[in-house]
């Protein structure tokens, strides 16, 4: 009965996700089928693994860093478009107000310097630092993969983790209103956090199909991915706090340094003057 009502719950949320493909228009930038694709991945993923890896025509490396770049691109426009709206009209609020307080006119100013700012930067951003994550996790997880016995293919391999990492950022647009919503957010949040695990459930599914590991085997090597992962953020984050502190030490060793040649060279021009 359990396990009925969870296939029920999972049914209506695939009808859900359905009607919402339905509603995507026409475009050239991630087509329909692609999209359909994601959602079999999320909803099937068995199925779309099994289908992947049986293809006789090849799908290639660059094919899902292609997919995870227009899924980031699509991300970062429409997380940039409502982030930016949110604060342009702030701004154009704060600038009527100026009427009135010309010190909020400035605020305004800025404000929508920054939604213009919060857009682009989004939209350029958010594809090329999705697509340097996946590209580091989906390579060490086939080098993990490989050094424990497996011999999958790696082209297959990235192409079925940017259908998951693609179908989650897909998926992550429509909590995105949510986020700017006072504790809703954090609903959204726990959300999120949720179908990311979910994701990298399904890259250890890929992992093992792929690479033909055994359960112990699968779950080591994604396990050796994320710590691989986690330590090199902690390594990138000590190494930017030691450069910020060395660059403000060198700062004030040369502000030192400058203070010093004043009071040398006013030293030396009142001997030269005999003040």
């Not at 391999?157 to 989650?168: A, F, I, K, P, R």
């Amino acid at each position: 009965m359990k396990d009925s009502n969870n296939k029920t719950d999972a049914e209506e949320i695939e009808r859900f996700a359905d009607k919402i493909i339905e509603r995507i228009p026409e475009n050239n930038i991630i087509p329909i089928e692609q999209v359909i694709l994601y959602k079999n991945m999320l909803f099937h993923p068995n199925d779309t693994i099994k289908k992947i890896t049986e293809k006789n025509e090849g799908v290639t490396f660059k094919d899902g860093l292609m997919n995870v770049l227009k899924a980031g691109f699509v991300k970062g426009l429409i997380t940039g478009a409502i982030s930016g709206a949110i604060m342009i009209i702030i701004s154009i609020v704060l600038l009527g107000v100026g009427i009135i307080l010309p010190h909020l006119l400035f605020m305004g100013v800025i404000g929508i310097i920054i939604g213009i700012s919060s857009f682009v930067v989004s939209t350029i951003c958010t594809p090329i630092i999705s697509s340097i994550g996946w590209i580091l996790i989906n390579g060490l997880m086939n080098i993990f993969a490989k050094l424990l016995g497996g011999t999958g293919d790696y082209n297959k391999q990235s192409y079925l983790t940017s259908l998951v990492t693609s179908g989650v950022m897909i998926t992550g647009i429509l909590l995105i209103p949510f986020t700017f919503i006072p504790f809703i957010n954090y609903i959204a949040s726990l959300i999120s956090f949720v179908i990311g695990i979910y994701g990298i459930y399904l890259y250890y599914k890929i992992v093992r199909k792929i690479h033909k590991l055994s359960l112990k085997r699968g779950v080591l090597s994604i396990i050796l991915t994320y710590f691989t992962v986690i330590l090199l953020v902690l390594v990138m984050v000590a190494l930017i706090y030691i450069l910020f502190y060395v660059f403000i030490f060198m700062v004030f060793m040369g502000l030192a340094n400058l203070m010093i040649a004043a009071k040398a060279s006013t030293a030396s021009t009142s001997m030269i003057l005999g003040v």
